[in-house]
């Protein structure tokens, strides 16, 4: 029959030894450490990662504008694409009029199932490039909880990990330090010479 006394390597004994007290105080700091820290380190990082997406998402509406445009026929046989959004896209011929240049062609990806005739919206870039459209408030947040998740987890698996390996080398000082004691007190025991 087992019993756990709890609480034993905060109190004095002849039995404690140093690695026990190292043990229970990394204890008590991984426990802080996982039920605050972690909390803070995906808190801040993802407070970082929030400001830094807003600051992409306004620079590219800043740069991009959308552009209203005609579907006037498919690009060839095409093959479909994935954007951003997770949808297929086909390459298609698209027009446009604007204003004191006239009318403009070019082909840009338009959603599956997009018909000839159909209006579509076309971002392009300062230059004139065919470029996706400007990541938008659900994006940015997507982008935020997932750094922020991640870099929790990160510093969870990093606690965890010095813990273990506290845990491990305090094991090896308590088997060393109980050799040694043993050593002293082994010949009084079994009445040998040391």
């Known amino acids: 029959m087992r019993?756990?006394?709890?609480?034993?390597?905060?109190?004095?004994?002849?039995?404690?030894?140093?690695?026990?007290?190292?043990?229970?105080?990394?204890?008590?700091?991984?426990?802080?450490?996982?039920?605050?820290?972690a909390p803070l380190a995906g808190a801040a990082a993802?407070?970082?990662?929030?400001?830094?997406?807003?600051?992409?998402?306004?620079?590219?509406?800043?740069?991009?504008?959308r552009v209203r445009a005609e579907v006037v026929g498919r690009k060839g046989d095409s093959l479909p694409s994935v954007e951003a959004g997770g949808q297929h896209a086909f390459r298609?011929?698209?027009?446009w009029t604007e204003p004191g240049e006239g009318t403009r062609t070019t082909t840009a990806p338009?959603?599956?199932?997009?018909?000839?005739g159909e209006v579509v919206d076309v971002w392009f870039d300062s230059r004139g490039r065919n470029v996706p459209p400007p990541v938008d408030g659900p994006a940015v947040w997507q982008h935020t909880l997932t750094v922020g998740?991640?870099?929790?987890?990160?510093?969870?698996l990093v606690v965890l990990l010095g813990h273990v390996v506290?845990?491990?080398?305090?094991?090896?000082?308590?088997l060393a330090e109980w050799d040694r004691?043993?050593?002293?007190?082994?010949?009084?025991?079994?009445?040998?010479r040391a």
Do not use: I, K, N
Request: glycine fraction near 6%.
């Open 181 to 192: 004691a043993w050593a002293r007190t082994e010949p009084e025991w079994t009445h040998r």
């Open 3 to 37: 019993t756990r006394v709890r609480g034993w390597r905060w109190r004095r004994s002849p039995l404690r030894r140093r690695s026990d007290v190292v043990e229970a105080w990394t204890a008590l700091v991984v426990a802080v450490l996982l039920l605050v820290g």
């Open 110 to 116: 338009v959603a599956a199932g997009t018909r000839q």
């Open 166 to 174: 506290v845990r491990r080398v305090a094991l090896r000082r308590r």
């Open 149 to 156: 998740m991640c870099a929790a987890g990160g510093a969870v």
């Open 46 to 65: 993802a407070w970082w990662a929030h400001d830094e997406a807003t600051s992409v998402s306004m620079e590219q509406r800043a740069e991009r504008h």
């Open 92 to 95: 298609a011929t698209v027009r």
